[in-house]
């Protein structure tokens, strides 16, 4: 399954299409398929093991920073919205589905409530959504899972009349959010300390990959979020710090991405993978087809509707207030806010993933009593077909949404050039700094004369990157030539490492040697791959 979901995958971004997209359709006519098994997995595996990595890998990349200024949108949307969706969907839900309790309801709506981020992340990427909209859109898909699973534990609970550990609701959510983000710090806080101590780039590598996992479980064995753990680990292991060897940085920023892939592809085609599974548990339970159907369809559409209705009545109820009580700061209160249509982008950016089916899938087929769980075989249909719905349906429209809205910000460009400006400056005073203190006292183990001799060498050296830096973004017959020479010198990079392979393969050429000479150049190759790529962009 993984191998032909890389297959697909490798065809729809050859084509230029959307990956989930195509890889939900493809999973879904593939189900019907005489002689494909039916694939499924206990809820608990796919929560306790695709998720955690994915969550890590998108907080490693995810500035604190960044989350912490966007922190009021995102909580509103990562914890409001979801209990929101969770009340609208149940109440809508139990008064249309003959078939659901109230309880079992409120049970569907926090399955359906959490958006997977995945699918709008990758579209706002491609075509250049601000960087506050992506922030956004990236610190809610780390918290409403949190959410979203504290509410449905809660909802199956009152309806089976399984005794949580802590009756209070609200002291329950607390404890979550508290449990999750103490074993997440004190985890990453006790790999940090050993990655300091083993300096070896493959074995703090794997302790980079096993925490994700680690948090996860722990948290959830003392009944903690287990998301809220996995994102404060990828918060405080993201942290850019001095004493992370280079080796390990590089070696990293290859294999979260990597993995990230492989996950997404399976999850994506799992979920299309289960379409004639649900039609048969709907049909095993004796109920309609073509009414669960329909109800869903209607759910779907409530779900699609409540987020941009909430979005717009709660921009719209700030900014009553905020006119009401007539800030002196007003001006300078709206500039920070979002346009609206920068609110409509993420208004539609809601598709649901496989959080929502592995929540279905967890709904306990009996109560506590004994009796049959109300609904159970409506729950996942209506999951189903509100996670493939929305992907298919806001996935298909959003890129043409943020194409003909231009939700571009004008500062943003300019601030990111001002940041650079201040980079470029910080380099070079701290570049004179070392290079003069290297002058005045020597370098340990090295005559002064020898230092003296280099030392020039380094300070050309190190000037004229930065003044390559500086100049590229001005003069586009420099940028044009700056990238002429890194054509120019990864072509040869390549031309190198083709004849020392073939060198090898004549058996000229130890492969052990061959393996240690490549390491150098492949290094140098990507570094000039890189400022190939960021110059077409």
Not at 404 to 419: G, I, K, Y
Request: net charge neutral; hydrophobic share 55%; charged share 20%.
């Amino acid at each position: 399954m993984v191998i032909a979901a890389v297959a697909v995958a490798g065809f729809a971004k050859r084509l230029d299409l959307q990956v989930p997209l195509v890889l939900v359709t493809v999973g879904s006519i593939a189900s019907f398929i005489p002689g494909v098994p039916h694939v499924t997995l206990a809820p608990e595996l796919i929560l306790g093991v695709v998720l955690p990595p994915l969550l890590y890998s998108a907080a490693l990349d995810f500035s604190f920073v960044s989350f912490r200024k966007n922190l009021g949108h995102i909580l509103r949307l990562g914890i409001v919205m979801v209990v929101v969706t969770t009340l609208a969907v149940g109440y809508f839900a139990n008064w249309l589905v003959p078939e659901l309790t109230l309880g079992a309801a409120l049970v569907l709506g926090a399955v359906v409530a959490p958006p997977d981020a995945v699918a709008a992340v990758a579209v706002g990427r491609k075509l250049g959504l601000p960087s506050r909209m992506m922030a956004i859109l990236t610190g809610e898909s780390l918290v409403n899972d949190a959410a979203a699973l504290t509410l449905f534990t809660l909802a199956v609970a009152s309806v089976t009349g399984k005794k949580i550990a802590i009756d209070s609701p609200v002291l329950f959510f607390l404890y979550e959010i508290v449990g999750g983000v103490l074993v997440g710090l004190i985890l990453s806080r006790v790999v940090r300390f050993v990655r300091s101590r083993i300096q070896d780039s493959a074995l703090e590598t794997v302790l980079g990959l096993v925490l994700p996992f680690t948090a996860y479980l722990a948290a959830e064995e003392i009944h903690a979020s287990g998301v809220l753990a996995v994102v404060t680990a990828g918060f405080v292991l993201g942290r850019v710090t001095a004493d992370v060897p280079v080796t390990t940085r590089i070696q990293e920023r290859q294999v979260w991405p990597t993995l990230d892939l492989l996950l997404e592809a399976f999850v994506f085609a799992y979920m299309g993978l289960q379409l004639k599974s649900v039609i048969r548990e709907v049909e095993r339970n004796g109920l309609p087809v073509l009414h669960i159907f329909a109800y869903a369809l209607l759910i779907l559409v409530v779900v699609i509707a409540v987020r941009p209705a909430w979005i717009f009545v709660n921009t719209g109820r700030r900014t009553v207030v905020r006119k009401a009580l007539r800030r002196s700061n007003s001006e300078k209160t709206d500039a920070l806010g979002l346009t609206w249509k920068q609110n409509l982008v993420l208004s539609w950016a809601g598709m649901r993933g496989v959080v929502t089916l592995a929540a279905a899938s967890g709904v306990p087929l009996a109560t506590v009593a004994g009796d049959v769980f109300p609904g159970r075989a409506v729950i996942q249909a209506v999951a189903f077909v509100v996670a493939v719905g929305t992907l298919l349906i806001q996935g298909l429209t959003l890129p043409l949404l943020i194409r003909r809205l231009d939700v571009a910000d004008p500062l943003e460009q300019q601030q990111t050039d001002e940041q650079h400006t201040l980079a470029r400056a910080i380099s070079r005073s701290a570049a004179e700094s070392c290079l003069t203190d290297a002058a005045a006292h020597g370098v340990p183990g090295a005559s002064k004369e020898a230092v003296d001799a280099v030392l020039e060498r380094v300070r050309r050296s190190v000037r004229a990157r930065l003044d390559a830096e500086e100049t590229e973004d001005k003069e586009e017959r420099i940028a044009a030539a700056g990238a002429l020479f890194d054509t120019l010198r990864r072509n040869v990079l390549v031309a190198q490492r083709n004849a020392l392979v073939k060198a090898r393969d004549s058996g000229e050429l130890d492969d052990e040697v061959l393996r240690e000479i490549l390491d150098g150049l492949d290094v140098e190759e990507a570094a000039a791959q890189a400022r190939i790529e960021r110059r077409i962009r």
